[in-house]
């Protein structure tokens, strides 16, 4: 087993259609969930995600 094990993130995603497509997605550890207007801001935070791991000192 490693001991230092590589993080990673673990979203649930929903999604629907409501004047337009609505995305959530909930962290299955934490229930917290964050919401999103457009598949554009979805994006936008997951890139934000994997460019702050990218950064962040190992």
Known sequence: MLKNPPPY???LLRFWRE???R???EN????ERKGFG??????????EEV?????APR
């Open 28 to 31: 299955p550890h934490t229930g």
């Open 9 to 11: 993130h673990s979203y």
């Open 19 to 21: 004047s337009g497509w």
């Open 51 to 55: 460019m702050d791991e990218e950064e």
């Open 23 to 25: 995305f959530m997605l």
């Open 38 to 47: 457009s598949f554009e801001a979805l994006v936008a935070f997951l890139q």
